[in-house]
């Protein structure tokens, strides 16, 4: 049978889960299975967890492993996606880990690997929101925030093969302290954790809010459900700062428009989910006001269609992708 | 004679004046030309002038039209460069002139057409301080401050294909208005424009500079050789102004270099060309202090090569490229 006929599996190797699914041609996804990362493992252990989900996926399938004719995995950056190393991610703890070739060890079908928000966005690009277009900016807000770019229908990585890191575009020198030491970055203003900090620091100082009552006192427990709850009985506290984290994410999506200038910006990640409307919204607004209007005609800023399955379809999509490329 | 070794003309359509050379395969400069733009007169009263003046240029070079291979011309943007239509400029105050066909009717060979800084970037890429590389950044300071972007050895477009308008980046939603309408751009900081805008305000906040006197009280002749020789001269004044637009400069291109992840980035315009050492050695520092150690790695940040001719010799290689792309 030719490849092209053939499932592939796409998988999320995430900090705390591995999310494995055989998904066939069409994107549809046949089969779904899960393990935890347990990263303190070390190395050689998640892979062996990581074949073992797959391996698990391809049986609910009803298939064998000779059936799927290749596999991409969404893993954390930053890495090498030309020789599939993760070259030194801090969530994972792996130092120069070949994930492609240790991968490919184990479960013996031609495996792909690529950034994880690369791959989401590559997710909405063939499957999701951004599907049918050329020119493709993807942010997703969780912990923190992080970006894909597809340019002329090809994932962007640059030179470094590193590029898109657009959480870290500056927005304001002065800004707040930024997980990577700069001041003022988009994840030091948009992101999960932003968004906790204001909260938190808002409440510190007497504001009126429901969080404390919501989270029982527990401040780590502000998740983007509460962040929901808590602004839909209008907690003026958590109104103000998602607002605020819109208006910035809106001034970065701006400045894309000007320099990428994309078709489709789809906004996704947990945070987005659960507000979708706001955000796409608060952002477009925003967007629109800053950039030029040429780079605005036309322009669709949408919400992630895929949620929690961008990365492992995007990962099945790129699996696909790139063995086309190699044959 | 196959078009690839016949010369080529490079034509720069600026605010003030246009400059038409014919260039050589190598990139050698055959002959120049020079006419006034007079853009008050009208388009077609512009398009005769940059008629005559290619006919010139290729005089000089003791050659005939017919031995002419393709034209480019860098003109200012918003443009449409597929089918080489200026859409509405507001500094030769052109809306919807259909530069390609006009001049192709006029001059008799194929014609191509893309936004001046592009155009000057592509010189620097194919001729300049970016040879060889195939992922490039432009930045040019002049009165305004524009970009160009090369992915992948071409000129980035994007979907409105007037992409790369990188003065249009927010650095600072508080900062300086700028002429775009927004708060904080990198021009509002940067360009000589900012420049200027600053040590005006500075000497009238009675701070000591010899600014008024080389320029005789008149501050619009703070030019790019003013600020070098006040800064050469050690003014307090010009030298903190000037450190501050590298600054802001810096803080752009290290954001560029984790979104776009560029090999080279090129520095030029007439600021830039009168104080090379100085913006290259801030902008480094700053810019690599920024990004991500992967989107530093091997990056070179230097000065335009080019100078005045990257527009012509831009124009050059893209009206040589563009028509090889069209046979």
Redesign the interface.
């Given at each position: 049978m030719d490849h092209r006929d053939r499932p592939v599996l796409g998988i999320d190797l995430g900090g705390t889960k591995i999310l494995a699914a055989v998904v066939d041609p069409n994107g549809t996804i046949l089969s779904r299975s899960k393990r935890k990362t347990k990263s303190e493992k070390g190395p050689a252990d998640v892979l062996e967890r990581m074949a073992a989900c797959v391996r698990d996926a391809v049986q609910a399938a009803g298939l064998q492993m000779s059936d799927i004719a290749s596999a991409g995995v969404g893993a954390p950056g930053?890495l090498d996606p030309i020789r599939g190393i993760i070259?030194d991610t801090p969530n994972l703890k792996f130092v120069d880990v070949h994930l492609k070739d240790e991968l490919e060890s184990r479960i013996s079908v031609p495996v792909f690997v690529d950034n994880d928000v690369n791959v989401g966005t590559y997710g909405e690009f063939v499957y999701g929101a951004a599907r049918g277009?050329?020119?493709v900016v993807g942010l997703f807000v969780g912990t923190g925030l992080g970006?894909g770019?597809i340019?002329n229908g090809k994932l962007?990585?640059?030179?470094?093969?590193?590029?898109?890191?657009?959480g870290?575009?500056?927005?304001?020198?002065?800004g707040p302290v930024c997980g990577?030491g700069?001041h003022g970055c988009l994840e030091a203003f948009s992101s999960r954790t932003a968004i906790q900090r204001e909260i938190e620091s808002a409440i510190q100082a007497g504001k009126p809010s429901i969080i404390p009552e919501l989270v029982k006192g527990d401040m780590s427990q502000i998740t983007s459900s509460v962040l929901k709850k808590a602004f839909e009985s209008n907690d003026p506290v958590v109104e103000k700062t998602l607002k605020t984290a819109c208006e910035?994410l809106g001034?970065a999506v701006?400045?894309?428009l000007?320099?990428?200038?994309?078709?489709v910006v789809v906004l996704g990640g947990g945070v987005v989910e659960a507000l979708p409307d706001l955000f796409v919204k608060q952002v477009r607004k925003k967007a629109f006001k800053?950039?030029?209007p040429?780079?605005c005609?036309?322009?669709r800023i949408v919400a992630s269609e895929l949620g929690d399955d961008a990365v492992i379809l995007g990962a099945a999509a790129l699996g696909r992708q790139r063995l086309a490329e190699a044959n």
């Open positions: 930053p070259i277009v050329q020119d970006g770019v340019i962007h990585h640059g030179f470094s093969l590193n590029g898109g890191e657009l870290h575009m500056i927005l304001d020198p002065d990577c700069n910035y001034i701006g400045s894309l000007n320099i990428l200038s994309p078709e800053i950039a030029f040429i780079c005609k036309d322009v």
